[in-house]
DNA sequence: ATAGGGTTAG
């Protein structure tokens, strides 16, 4: 057919054939015929072909089609902003519809001033705003954490009465998250009459992203109890984040059961989650066999895996899954790198560590940064190489941190090296992030050695600093519920019967031949006070919490947000001796699994 | 008539 137009010559851009009997009906059938050619446009080529039989047609003046040309051209994937830009400009007296599509379009482009800049024109123009307008706006104020313009805008879909659309008010929950004010986006959560999945999951989120980890799985609880209880992965992503943090293994158990009843497939994202939970929740062997069943693995499963093992200090299995990965033909990164030397290092393997670290230079390309030196340092540290890991700092390309000098200083302190220890520790105090736990270290070194004046110096210092040592606390999951113990904790409900217990399990431990170890309480009171103070660590309060309320031989979990004093350990070895049950502790660190009187560390942390 | 919200892992 000569003449013709390649979209006419294919069925599927024709007209229909029939004239409709009215005028009317004909103009619509037409509009429907624009936007089902519209529907199937998959890139550029067929966008142009479309706007010249629209034109041809006559019909692009019609503000419908042109105006759905704009929103197709503008919103799909095959589409390009240019054109739907030109578009735009050709469209006379351009509306509501016309400027929400530019905004949208924008804002999926992720050119979010621009998107700001069409508002303002919009209204500047007298075109009103409508309820589809503000979520994409609140939208692009998130990602630029445009608090102000954020809050200003709001102001305007209020006085528009829009505050109300359920749509509206998510976005604004996620937009003032976004821009770090949660108590805006709670506020607003409580006062919606109709909440859908979509606000759980951003309410649920805004408090993960604060580490709000108790409120985070608080809410999740009220989202299936207030009768919503579609479980999405990704809500249940960010909830088995919370579990991770907290050690809560029973709650994402919960999650791993809702998952397995609702979701046929688990995605990647999903299964790595749930590995990280499994393993940091201390079930190796779970993270690991939900690891080996994985269809397809990818960079961040790798990682959660020998990060996992190297906490539990398994580093040969760490080194394998590591080349594992390199067989899988996973480019390693940085972060993997970093779990790889923490693995040599929590395991002692200190030639290996080297080799990594070489391997990661030259055939990675991986410019090292203070972390991995870091690892070095802690590697070469633990295995008592001091001065090595001395000359090693020194020369260092780039400067070292607080962290370097911190792991130095502790590897002096276990390998008794004043000499470095004071150097290191020298740098520490330098150090704009003061931390009172490095004063505690060196004075108790000067302790050891019996070097009483040096004491007493550090101690002055210390206070001149208005240094105070962070709070300890440990978590404990009992009967589904977090219980959270600080240091010499008064307010947990049942206190009086957890403070008796620990009367009760001194004496037994008396008989094991405990004594306590009071070198690492580092203050001006006596002996006796300075036991007292070690009764209260938070990790022997939540051991006795869980020895009251859990049956007899279950395993006992705590996760807690500083290292272990070297009295805790002692104690909890004897503990799990004596009330015969396995007790795993999450350090700052790496894992200690106590069973039979020992600890999986041997002793070395 | 056309369109919209939230969201994951180290």
């Avoid at 009997?21 to 550029?44: D, F, G, H, T, V």
């Avoid at 633990?382 to 070292?400: D, Q, R, T, W």
Wanted: hydrophobic share 40%; proline share 3%; net charge negative.
């Amino acid at each position: 057919m000569p003449g013709t137009s390649v979209l006419q010559q294919t069925k599927f851009f024709s007209l229909p054939v029939d004239p409709p009997q009215s005028p009317e009906l004909s103009l619509r059938l037409k509009e429907q015929e624009c936007l089902s050619i519209l529907k199937r446009c998959k890139n550029m080529e067929e966008f142009r072909q479309a706007h010249a039989q629209i034109v041809k047609w006559g019909f692009f003046w019609n503000s419908f089609c042109a105006s759905n040309l704009l929103a197709a051209c503008a919103l799909s994937d095959g589409g390009s902003m240019d054109y739907a830009c030109s578009i735009f400009q050709q469209i006379d007296e351009p509306g509501t519809f016309e400027f929400n599509t530019m905004i949208r379009a924008h804002v999926k482009d992720m050119t979010f001033e621009e998107a700001l800049v069409f508002y303002y024109e919009m209204l500047e123009k007298g075109v009103e705003p409508d309820n589809f307008t503000y979520p994409a706006l609140f939208k692009a104020c998130a990602w630029l954490q445009a608090q102000e313009e954020g809050k200003q805008i709001h102001g305007h879909a209020f006085k528009l009465g829009l505050e109300s659309d359920l749509y509206v008010q998510n976005s604004l929950i996620n937009m003032y998250s976004k821009c770090g004010e949660i108590e805006h986006s709670c506020a607003i959560f409580e006062q919606m009459d109709e909440k859908s999945v979509a606000s759980w999951s951003a309410i649920i989120a805004a408090h993960a992203s604060f580490g709000k980890w108790d409120e985070c799985l608080m809410m999740f609880g009220n989202m299936s109890s207030e009768g919503c209880w579609r479980p999405e992965e990704s809500t249940l992503v960010t909830v088995l984040s919370a579990c991770t943090y907290l050690g809560a293994l029973d709650l994402g158990k919960c999650a791993h059961g809702s998952l397995l009843r609702n979701i046929s497939e688990l995605n990647v994202i999903v299964q790595t989650s749930l590995i990280d939970m499994y393993v940091k929740c201390g079930c190796l062997q779970k993270g690991l066999s939900l690891f080996r069943k994985m269809g397809k693995r990818n960079q961040m499963s790798y990682t959660v895996m020998i990060s996992g093992l190297a906490m539990h200090g398994h580093g040969e299995e760490a080194l394998r899954i590591y080349s594992e990965m390199l067989k899988d033909s996973l480019d390693p990164d940085d972060v993997v790198y970093v779990c790889v030397l923490s693995a040599c290092s929590h395991a002692g393997l200190v030639d290996e560590g080297f080799r990594c670290f070489d391997r990661m230079k030259s055939e990675h390309g991986i410019t090292p940064t203070v972390q991995h030196y870091g690892c070095m340092v802690e590697l070469m540290g633990k295995a008592g190489m001091i001065n090595e890991a001395l000359e090693f700092v020194k020369s260092m390309p780039i400067k070292p941190n607080d962290v370097v000098w911190r792991s130095l200083l502790s590897a002096c302190r276990v390998h008794c090296n004043l000499e470095i220890g004071e150097i290191a520790a020298k740098h520490l105090f330098q150090s704009r992030l003061q931390n009172a736990g490095d004063y505690v270290i060196l004075s108790n070194m000067y302790a050891r050695a019996q070097r009483w004046q040096e004491v007493a110096k550090i101690r002055v210092e210390m206070a001149r600093e208005g240094l105070h040592q962070v709070p300890g606390f440990s978590l404990v999951e009992v009967g589904r519920r977090i219980h959270k113990f600080v240091s010499q904790d008064t307010s947990h409900p049942q206190c009086v019967s957890v403070y008796e217990m620990i009367h009760q399990m001194e004496w037994q431990l008396k008989f094991e031949g405990y004594s306590p170890d009071s070198s690492q309480v580092l203050l001006d009171v006596d002996e006796e006070e300075k036991r007292q103070r070690l009764k209260g660590h938070s990790q022997k309060l939540a051991i006795a919490f869980a020895l009251i309320h859990t049956s007899q031989g279950s395993p006992i979990r705590l996760a807690r947000n500083l290292r272990m004093c070297n009295d805790c350990h002692t104690y909890t070895k004897l503990i799990s001796l004596i009330y015969e049950r396995e007790i795993t502790v999450r350090d700052r660190n790496r894992f200690h699994h106590f069973k039979d009187g020992t600890c999986s560390c041997r002793d070395y942390w």
